[in-house]
């Protein structure tokens, strides 16, 4: 894992990346995010976001559970989305 030092912003518009996995605050007030690509972020605003702040780099799952867990994001959501290599596979 490595923490970015600097504030750096990413566009809503996850460019060749996805929400992979949510971790929610007590009141869902706030969330920390990883991507399928292991980007660590945080989402402004937490439902729709329009932009992410960039926490962390190749995160892995149980790195960013530990993180998650270390600042009070106890509520794990595994984000569903299509598989793209499924819908563009040819009609049998």
Do not use: N
């Not at 439902?47 to 993180?67: D, I, N, Q």
């Amino acid at each position: 894992m490595r923490e970015v030092g600097e504030i750096v912003v990413v566009s809503a518009a996850l460019r060749r990346d996805a929400e992979e996995r949510r971790w929610y605050s007590e009141s869902a007030e706030a969330c920390l995010v990883l991507t399928r690509r292991g980007r660590l972020l945080e989402p402004d605003p937490v439902f729709g976001p329009k932009r992410y702040r960039l926490l962390a780099r190749r995160v892995s799952v149980r790195e960013a559970t530990a993180y998650a867990l270390a600042h009070g994001f106890r509520h794990e959501r595994i984000v569903s989305c299509p598989d793209r290599t499924r819908s563009q596979a040819p009609p049998s």
